[in-house]
């Protein structure tokens, strides 16, 4: 096999394992990577706003508040308008969002965290180096990306959507 070709297999096993687990994960707790994410910076920061979510996580504005559309349709959380600013609006978890964030399994990318920060300093440089080539390579340095490992949540199967 040429380099290249196993360079793309290689591409091709991260891309398979991500959407293997990020189905595993909607299906244990019905909730994709990116809005366990939004939940997991909602119960961190009490009443945060969309814009702050999208800025902390790398998320675009409208990306947020779709997924936001999507939590609060299924009672994980509330939107709060302000009364002395009609234009903000906070977000905080329901009782029913508390608990699912609770049972929820930890994203992939906390056991990819834990191997890669095992890895000596010039090793990480190199990978990230490496990481950062090929995303330009692919012409994906202005793709929205937030540092979580899931398959593109917004472009689900209608099935799948429909059971979120």
Known sequence: MEKYEELLVSIRKVIRAIDLHSKQLNKSSGLTGPQLLIMQEIA??????????AKSINLSAATVTNILDRLEHKGLINRVRSTEDKRRVSLFLSEKGRNSLIDAPQPLQEHFIQNFCGLED??????????????????????DAAPVLEIDPMHMSTATQNEE
């Open 44 to 53: 961190r920061v009490k009443g945060v706003t969309a814009s702050q979510i």
């Open 122 to 143: 010039w090793e990480q440089s190199l990978l990230l180096s490496s990481m950062q080539r090929i995303a330009t390579m692919m012409d994906a340095n202005e793709l």
